[in-house]
């Protein structure tokens, strides 16, 4: 696998006569990959049905001739103003009912009929015209599906469209019934158009009817990417990506890559840490010109996963971004190491994003690699030094982790719909865990859900499944090394009520919740060996091994052979405890790291990432702040 560089450049805003010397500086760079398009709809269609393709038929022929590849987007995230006059219903509306209207991106209904054959016929139309081009090499789908909280929309397309899935699935108003358990509180229906969408409810809705919308929901935006990727397999024999996000779980991003032959994602650190990721104020100072140091190594690692080993970062933060709280500049040297992080998780290609800062419009206040004024920013030097070395330095290569993580969608859904405490999040349970294999200086593999063989791993850890689905129940069953599972795994049916037996119903493991409890940040619960569980815990029982316990005498972690059930939110140490003991079990290797400095093993080498803004020593190397080491293995 050759490892590339890439950037975001939008021809239409800067003047003709600058793009040659543009793609000539992008070259000398020495970058591959420059991607276009993917906002550019009121320039490729004017008016509707008029299209005018000659200012792209230039940019790209500038491009090539300077030795450059294409990404090209399809422009579906922008529908443009005549749009609107010719479809006013397209837009999504939010849970309140207000319009999501034309004045910015993304203002369309997943769900709208006459959208989707709009972006059908744009899409057709690009295929045509550039599938084979010899310039163009990949094609991007629209862009970040559900920024901006733009996957649920409450129109009347959506409410149509949800009414229609539902009748698919259930058949009947009886079965749906009995599924939701509508007998509660009256809300049995007698016809599927008697459902409306679940919001504006006096109370919360039922958790079977959110769940069911949010399944809706997510089958909208893979059906809709589905829709340009078989356009665009009809005409081109290029690789197809979508760019994701950073904790975006609103669809099931496993289905949407299904159709996909590449996962890529938009990585702003900084953002990220100021915007998304909960941590105290002590770590976000530390931090801040840096970036969580497991965050952006998360999203690598599930990407992987979605795009079933292919992945890029499509857009990689190369200075202070425009919309988080609070955009500081990177530290010097950041640049480089988020780049290189990626390549050592097996990235094939990071695009910083922009190749110049935009003057105009929201994100004027967005940093490229170049100043408005066409002057290198910081990040230029930084990508020019990473594509040296990547000239210099062999193909790093990947390496299959003794450590596997499921990371399921849906459990994210379920535990929004359901927390039953304050600040209860899935997707933050998860990358605690992940955080604290990374802290032992581990690789993780994370694999989606669906998963019917653990037989490569030696650990596995599925952390709050909603529900197990039946290939990895049997994987798990056959699985020769350690499990650890819990809390809340397994402990809703698909349909969202509380199974009997009751959970969290593991075979061979006699251990049942027999009541939960969530709990204020300062009702930590002390287990005998120290440290504590926190946020949720689960009173559990049976006769299965107890491994550790509680003060209070209840167990915390229980046992049958190498099957393991922890019964809640472990803190830090008491994580540290149970993962080094799992790895043991396993024979394999732990190095607990010093705080912010981060190792990935890859078939070749071992690199070392400090994400300080101080030194960092281990090993016999001093490593700088923002600094990366790497030495054969």
């Known amino acids: 696998m050759k490892r590339t560089l890439g950037v975001c450049y939008y021809p239409e805003h800067w003047l003709e006569t600058q793009w040659a010397e543009d793609a000539a500086r992008m070259a000398k760079l020495g970058l591959t990959w420059v991607r276009i398009g993917e906002f550019a709809w009121s320039r490729m269609e004017p008016e509707p049905g008029r299209y005018d393709w000659a200012w792209l038929d230039r940019a790209i022929d500038t491009l090539g001739k300077a030795g450059l590849k294409v990404v090209l987007g399809t422009p579906t995230a922008t529908p443009p103003r005549w749009m609107i006059d010719r479809h006013p219903d397209m837009v999504a509306l939010d849970k309140d009912g207000k319009p999501r209207g034309f004045g910015s991106r993304r203002h369309y209904c997943f769900s709208h009929k006459g959208y989707r054959t709009e972006c059908a016929k744009i899409v057709t139309a690009l295929a045509e015209r550039y599938g084979k081009n010899p310039h163009v090499a990949a094609w991007q789908t629209d862009n970040e599906y559900a920024c901006h ?232 030097g930084e990508a020019e030094t990473v594509a040296k070395e990547l000239a210099a330095m062999p193909d790093v290569g990947t390496t299959k982790a003794d450590v596997a993580l499921i990371f399921d969608y849906a459990s994210d859904w379920a535990w929004e719909i359901q927390p039953q405490g304050r600040g209860f999040s899935y997707f933050w349970l998860v990358f605690h865990i992940y955080k604290g294999l990374r802290r032992l200086g581990l690789n993780v593999d994370i694999l989606p859900p669906d998963t019917g063989d653990l037989s490569a791993y030696k650990l596995v850890l599925a952390p709050g499944l909603f529900t197990l689905s039946d290939p990895l129940k049997a994987a798990l069953v056959a699985h020769k090394g350690t499990s650890l599972l819990g809390p809340r795994t397994n402990s809703k049916t698909p349909n969202f009520s509380i199974p009997v037996p009751l959970p969290p119903n593991l075979p061979g493991l006699d251990a049942r919740i027999a009541r939960v409890e969530s709990l204020p940040p300062d009702c930590p619960v002390p287990l005998t060996e120290g440290g504590a569980l926190i946020n949720w815990r689960e009173k559990l029982e049976g006769s299965a091994t107890v491994v550790e316990a509680a003060e209070d005498g209840w167990p915390a972690l229980v046992a049958a052979e190498k099957l393991h059930y922890l019964a809640g939110w472990p803190d830090d140490t008491t994580l540290a405890r149970i993962l080094q003991r799992a790895c043991a079990a396993e024979g394999i290797e732990t190095d607990p790291l010093p705080e912010g400095l981060r190792r990935r093993d890859t078939a070749t080498h071992r690199f070392l990432f400090n994400y300080n803004p101080v030194p960092a020593d281990w090993g016999g190397v001093s490593i700088p702040p923002a600094g990366v080491h790497w030495s054969a293995l």
């Not at 809705?205 to 356009?231: C, G, W």
């Not at 990721?277 to 690692?301: I, L, N, S, T, Y």
């Not at 050592?344 to 110049?356: D, S």
């Open 149 to 380: 909280a733009t996957t649920l929309s409450y129109s009347k397309a959506a409410t149509e469209a949800f009414r229609d899935w539902l009748a698919q699935k259930y058949q009947s108003p009886d079965a749906l019934n009995r599924g939701w358990g509508n007998v509660f509180w009256s809300m049995e229906y007698r016809d599927f158009n008697e459902i409306g969408l679940p919001n504006l409810t006096v109370t919360e809705p039922n958790p079977s009817h959110v769940m069911d919308f949010r399944r809706f929901a997510s089958d909208e935006v893979a059906s809709f990417n589905r829709l340009q990727t078989e356009i665009l397999r009809k005409h081109s024999p290029y690789p197809i990506a979508h760019n994701y996000m950073g904790a975006i779980t609103e669809f099931d991003h496993f289905a949407t890559g299904a159709d996909l032959d590449i996962a890529s994602w938009d990585s702003y650190p900084l953002g990220f840490l100021s915007d998304r990721v909960p941590a105290d104020p002590e770590h976000k100072r530390r931090f801040v010109r840096q970036g969580d140091p497991d965050f952006q190594a998360f999203h690598h690692d599930l990407y992987r996963a979605v795009g079933r080993g292919r992945w890029w970062i499509m857009e990689q933060q190369p200075g202070p971004v425009n919309w988080a709280p609070y955009n500081p500049d990177p530290l010097p040297g950041m640049a480089r190491l988020w780049a290189w992080e990626a390549f050592a998780h097996g990235a094939e290609a990071v695009c910083y994003f922009r190749w110049r800062q935009a003057p105009f419009a929201q994100e004027q206040m967005h940093a490229g690699l170049l100043r408005p004024d066409s002057a290198p920013a910081q990040a230029f």
